[in-house]
């Protein structure tokens, strides 16, 4: 296909983390790179982990170092950047590349404005939370006036935001996992060893950022439960924040800091959940986390909250078991029941492997997100 005829877009993206966002997006990209019918380029606000991620693909990649320039100066940058290129679509993922770069499109003159949404805003408190109803309500007026599709990673954000009616084109286009070059089946007894795990003990696990719209707090209390109810456990917490602290804190507090193991961040995360027996996932709040898909095309049952996107991942009962959040009670004892009953788990793990084969693969993503991009052009 010649290079007239192809679809030029320019993803715009802060890339400050290697989280859920960010994963998804080198996910995305990863499958859109293998179609003719695109041209990709990339802005990132940060260098980094995603930066190599995306450079690796063979996408070009600009770094406008937002710790050096600051908005106003980033606002300019994009501006003559998009000025310069022959996009016709800028897609952006979080609110300050959308506040950003989608006015800088359209002053540009650049025909189409794409926005993904990978979860609804988290719950802070005080000057935190102000900033965050600052920004929501610029970025509503950035919506409406340059932005013309909006993609939610769930059915709760695509509703939120067809009920807010700023932008006419809202679409549910959920995260999709990679399934290829996935690791071989492990030594997952050796995995244990290496963490300290005995062979009878049950490896309850779960991997993420370390921060309060985790629920890791009450995951720790579930588990001070479980260990008072004489259950042989052990607690394997992968991932680092800013509550990492407080955490390890709390656990002392407990009395439980020998049965749980703080990991922090591991780039063999895959591995380390073909050790678990059971996932836990007691997010406050979620879009469609990569980390529960992961968990699941590890064959590995889940134990999360009924809260966001993940009821559309998980049918309680079925690929795992859906509990109230903050209810660590209601967490302890069915995590217990998946303890006393492996092959119950065992099962789970099946069927949640088998629903991320058949429903949440990268490259049906990357189908709906490369056919609403022809939508678009075609619809001028």
């Not at 025909?111 to 109803?133: D, I, N």
């Not at 699941?296 to 078991?321: K, Q």
């Not at 949640?352 to 609403?372: C, I, N, P, T, Y």
Request: hydrophobic residues 45%; contains cysteine; aromatic residues 4%.
């Amino acid at each position: 296909m010649s290079q007239v005829n192809r679809i030029s877009v320019c993803h715009v993206a802060v890339g400050d983390l290697w989280a859920g966002a960010e994963v998804q997006l080198k996910v995305l990209l990863s499958k859109l790179v293998l179609r003719p019918e695109l041209n990709l380029s990339v802005i990132l606000f940060n260098g980094g982990r995603l930066c190599k991620e995306i450079e690796a693909l063979g996408v070009p990649v600009t770094v406008f170092p937002e710790a050096e320039w600051g908005s106003g100066k980033l606002f300019l940058e994009l501006a003559r950047k998009f000025k310069q290129s022959n996009a016709k679509i800028i897609h952006t993922h979080k609110y300050k590349d959308t506040i950003l770069a989608a006015p800088a499109a359209k002053l540009c003159g650049i025909p189409y404005v794409v926005r993904t949404v990978h979860g609804l805003r988290e719950p802070f408190e005080g000057l935190r939370a102000f900033k965050m109803s600052l920004y929501e309500s610029i970025e509503r007026t950035v919506h409406r006036w340059c932005v013309n599709s909006i993609i939610g990673v769930s059915s709760q954000i695509e509703r939120r935001y067809r009920a807010e009616g700023a932008v006419s084109r809202v679409v549910c286009i959920r995260n999709g996992i990679d399934l290829d070059g996935r690791p071989t089946p492990v030594d997952r007894n050796r995995i244990r060893r290496d963490l300290g795990v005995d062979t009878g003990s049950c490896l309850i696990g779960t991997v993420g950022r370390l921060t309060p719209v985790k629920g890791l707090s009450y995951l720790l209390q579930s588990i001070s439960i479980l260990l008072r109810q004489r259950a042989n456990v052990r607690l394997l917490i992968v991932g680092d924040g800013v509550i990492r602290k407080d955490l390890e804190a709390q656990a002392r507090d407990l009395g439980i800091s020998e049965n749980v193991v703080f990991l922090g961040h591991r780039e063999d995360t895959e591995e380390l959940l073909q050790a678990l027996d059971i996932f836990v996932l007691p997010s406050l709040n979620e879009g469609i986390p990569m980390a529960l898909l992961e968990a699941m095309a590890a064959s590995r049952a889940v134990v999360a909250s009924r809260v966001g996107g993940i009821p559309e991942i998980v049918e309680d009962g079925v690929e795992g078991i859906l509990v109230e959040p903050m209810d660590v009670n209601q967490l302890a004892e069915n995590c217990r029941r998946l303890i006393e009953f492996p092959e119950t788990a065992m099962k789970m793990g099946e069927q949640a492997r088998k629903r991320v084969v058949q429903e949440f693969s990268a490259a049906a993503m990357a189908d709906r997100v490369a056919g609403l991009y022809k939508e678009l052009v075609m619809s001028r």
